[in-house]
């Protein structure tokens, strides 16, 4: 058996805005990077193999599951966590029932406020269609789609 | 009133158990049977692990009684050398580094001498099955009213149904997980639980330790759903031990597919019903079976079959009334706790069954439903009068007319005739679930709950209650605040922690809002005698000036349960009044079923509740969206696979929960009927909306096809068997 320490690689990437350089071992998850040694724990782990979307990031602008990438591959990249957002902008998804246990929530916000700075995407797709990527078993989708929609709203306004 | 801890929610600020800072601690693992019963006749430790750097506990280590308490002292904490489920826990493991711990996993072989196993719980079980009393059977409970017999001999049409629900897995999007540790000789436990209160109660016994010896604080909790009721004892019983073997902390987290196989789930069901009826569809005798299956260990079932036997007849007025039920062992992972607590199963079934009816009569579902509604000074099944002045035709009404349900009827009925291979239809259902802890269960757990005015005038509740994602922070202060003319800002609501709150009863049971809610008003009240706040004082001043006239003391106000004046239940009968208050709902569901591919999609769905007052629109639209949800999906996706006792499809990629894309906007109105004896009014709302949503959306799968379907989930496969091949 082998016991997962063979030998760490040095990596530098850029982590919400901060140069950053660690050492990680080959089989080491960016969502375990994030979470256990960087102190990042608003990423969450739902199912560790892509489906659920809780442990979603920013990978050089584009949302995706942590932890399906392997830490090394980040390596000169741009990574963005929940952490990075800024909290004033949550006001839509507390208002209409975004959150519920919050235990999918970091990832759903990720890729709502994605969709609110990508508002093209909304020619070809509807919110509920590009949210079916975050699975959340509390909120039956309307309070995430309505607070997606009102971060919009004012994004228009704005 | 927003959520209180939304914004630490949404920006990922919130810490969960396995976000909570620690060093120097050791991951825990835990060994499961690889067999549904049998000896254990020897557990091999593989050469490639160098074993010296684990600590490993077995059942020798169990300080007490090895049980994981809460009704019976039946199951087990670790197999003490006979398995009775798959994935039972053996052996626990732990280790600095959790990569290593968890393939060190694989590398422990449990070898069982394997007895035949009883899997099927439809049936009585041959001899060699038996496991339990003389005939497998958890529990058997009746309810008889009227007589059953008579009335159906003499009835001029008898319809008979079989109706079955499989297992769901509540898919809580946080996994079980726990985290142990000691401080001085006290054993702490912190994790996502429902109930800290039941953990503790689990961990007296096993451990042979005093409530103040233990210490057990609830973080977090992503998501419940009943399925952090009884298991999170388990989760804490076995990071405590490892904990208490290697004196450093220990953190017990499952991944998925570990929670997903190992874990309780909602009690697959077979139930029969027989009913009279005249030719205009009014109701003359009812004789239901309730089967379900209870797995290896009893956790709670019995109150699970209790509960669905006593809503098995609907909210129906029916003279004769007979229901049967019983609960068996089988060697499979004990079912548990699970939103709707056997309600669900129960409603699938008279719901569906509803329609037969109908449809054997030529009847509109609607009109069969409307003329045996159950009306103000009628009684239930159990000879409960009904009397609260809650007008549930009106609750059916306003769902038919915010569907649109009869234009809809008839625009189906054209398209159907014109459309290749889509069948639309459209369906309903009518239900009630009854709030709080079922008969006396309310006045048994005795709850406690204490308000603090503090030196600086703010106020805190404390008490046990837990925040899974349902409101109930929020709701606690809204109602404090309401109570004592406060500003929400001004009081919090403590952590829940046995060593410093009151036991104010288990998260569970839609009891919170309606029963612990009515708890903080009462204990609110309280605080004002205790500061002596004259009436119509403010009350921040009368706390402030307490303190000043009493440094260094407490100021506590408290309220202990107290039951609603005449309820009257008898429980060796099954007789009286079963619960405090119900809470009466109807849903609608149109669908559209795609007759080459068999698969069902829901166009549309509309749910109308009485909750009694609403008392936070946002949130409690919220639970009735999300209900819905878990009720769409147990209907027709979430399927438990099962050989030889194990779960097969333990992954979010084959155990399907639906996405955003997968369901309809869901129409939420509520129709409110307060309850005098609830939180301003509240009754519960947790359970309810997920009790109706299965045989709505069956109902409407009738309506698309002209054929009935009878079991659930109603995967395409079961559909395309239910249709055959002509239907096209
Ligand atoms: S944990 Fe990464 S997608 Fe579920
Ligand atoms: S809020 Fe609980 S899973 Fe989405």
């Not at chain 2, 280590?61 to 090895?66: E, L, Q």
């Amino acid at each position: 058996m082998s016991d997962g320490r063979s030998d760490p690689l040095r990596i530098s990437f850029t982590l919400n805005g901060e140069p950053t350089t660690v050492e990680v071992s080959p089989s080491e998850r960016l969502l375990d990077l994030l979470r256990y040694r960087l102190g990042l724990t608003g990423t969450k782990e739902g199912c560790a193999e892509g489906e659920c979307g809780a442990c979603t990031v920013y990978l050089d602008g584009l949302p995706v599951d942590s932890c399906l990438v392997p830490a090394y591959q980040v390596r000169g990249r741009l990574v963005e966590t929940i952490e990075s957002l800024d909290p004033k902008g949550m006001a839509h998804y507390h208002a209409r029932g975004t959150t519920q246990c919050g235990a999918c929530t970091p990832g759903v916000v990720m890729t709502a406020e994605w969709i609110v700075r990508h508002p093209d995407r909304l020619e070809t797709h509807t919110v509920r269609e590009l949210m079916a990527g975050n699975l959340c078993r509390c909120t039956g989708y309307d309070g995430i789609i309505e607070g997606v929609e009102g971060a919009l709203g004012d994004r228009e306004a704005g | 009133m927003l959520r209180r801890e939304g914004l630490s929610k949404l920006t990922g600020q919130e810490r969960y158990v396995d976000d909570l800072p620690l060093e120097d601690f050791l991951w825990g693992a835990t060994v499961r049977s690889p067999a549904p019963r049998g000896r254990i006749s020897n557990i091999v430790f593989g050469d490639g692990v160098d074993w010296s750097e684990f600590v490993i506990v077995d059942h020798t280590d169990i300080p007490g009684r090895n049980a994981v308490y809460l009704m019976e002292y039946d199951q087990p904490a670790l197999a003490p050398g006979y398995v009775r489920h798959v994935h039972e826990p053996v052996l626990l493991l732990a280790h600095p580094s959790r990569e290593v711990a968890r393939r060190a996993l694989r590398e422990v072989q449990v070898i069982v001498d394997v007895d035949p196993p009883a899997l099927d719980f439809r049936s009585l079980p041959s001899p060699d099955l038996i496991q339990y009393g003389e005939d497998n059977v958890l529990k058997r409970l009746s309810i008889q009213k009227g007589d059953v017999e008579r009335a159906l001999a003499e009835s001029p049409i008898v319809v008979e149904g079989v109706y079955e629900t499989g297992a769901q897995e509540h898919v809580y999007l946080e996994t079980q997980g726990m985290l142990a540790y000691l401080d001085d000789d006290v054993l702490v436990i912190k994790g996502s639980m429902q109930c800290p209160y039941y953990v503790v109660k689990a961990l007296k016994p096993a451990l042979n330790r005093s409530e103040e010896e233990i210490r057990v604080i609830q973080t977090p909790t992503g998501g419940g759903f009943g399925g952090k009721e009884e298991f999170p004892s388990m989760v804490a019983l076995h990071a405590g031990l490892l904990a208490l073997k290697s004196r450093v902390p220990v953190k017990l987290i499952y991944d998925r597919t570990e929670d997903m196989v190992a874990t309780t789930k909602r009690h697959p069901s077979q139930i029969r019903h027989r009913t009279g009826v005249d030719e205009n569809g009014h109701l003359i005798a009812q004789e239901i079976e309730v089967v379900m299956d209870g797995g290896a260990y009893v956790t709670l079932t019995p109150v699970v079959l209790s509960r669905a036997i006593i809503h098995a007849a609907g909210l129906y007025h029916c003279d004769n009334v007979r229901i049967l039920g019983r609960a068996m062992f089988t060697n499979s992972v004990p079912y548990g706790a699970f939103r709707g607590f056997g309600n669900p199963q129960a409603h699938f079934a008279v719901e569906r069954h509803m329609d037969v009816i109908a449809d054997r009569l030529r009847m509109d579902p609607v009109e069969l439903r409307r003329i045996n509604m159950i009306r103000d000074g009628q009684t239930t099944a159990t000879g409960q009068v009904i009397g609260d002045g809650v007008d549930r035709l009106q609750i059916v009404d306003r769902a038919l007319a915010l569907s649109n349900y009869e234009r809809r009827r008839r625009e189906h009925w054209l398209r159907n005739s014109e459309h290749r291979y889509l069948r639309r239809g459209i369906g309903m259902s009518a239900f009630y679930h009854g709030a709080g802890f079922t008969g006396s269960g309310e006045v048994m757990l005795d709850s406690r709950l204490h308000v603090e005015g503090h030196p600086d005038g703010k106020v805190q509740v404390l008490c046990a209650s837990t925040e899974m994602g349902q409101g109930q922070i929020t709701i606690f202060i809204q109602l404090a605040a309401d109570r004592l003319g406060y500003d929400p800002a001004e009081i919090s609501i403590a952590e829940p922690d046995t060593h410093r709150v009151p036991d104010s009863g288990p998260t569970v049971g839609s009891r919170t809002a309606m029963v612990v809610g009515r708890l903080v008003e009462r204990a609110c009240d309280d605080l004002c005698r205790q500061a002596g706040a004259a009436r119509g004082a403010p009350v921040k001043d009368a706390i402030i000036a307490w303190h000043s006239a009493h440094p260094g003391e407490r100021l506590l106000g408290k309220a202990r349960y107290e039951p609603p004046p005449g309820i009257e239940w008898d429980e060796e009968n099954y007789l009286g009044d079963a619960y405090g208050a119900f809470g009466w709902a109807a849903h609608v569901a149109e669908v559209e079923v795609d007759l080459r591919t068999y698969g069902v999609r829901v166009l549309d769905f509309v749910s109308v509740q009485d909750v009694g007052t609403v008392l936070n629109e946002t949130l409690a639209r919220g639970q009735v969206q999300g209900g819905v949800a878990q009720g769409i999906s147990w209907a027709l996706l979430e399927e438990c696979v099962w050989k030889d006792g194990a779960m097969q499809n333990g992954q979010l990629t084959n155990y399907i929960i639906p996405t955003s894309g997968d369901l309809p906007p869901i129409r939420v109105e509520f129709v409110e009927f307060p309850y005098e004896h609830g939180a301003q009014g509240a009754k519960g709302v947790g359970e309810l909306p997920l009790v109706g949503a299965a045989p709505a959306v069956l109902n409407a799968v009738a309506a698309a096809t002209g054929r009935q379907p009878t079991e659930i989930p109603l995967t395409p496969e079961r559909l395309m068997a239910l249709l055959g091949n002509g239907d096209r």
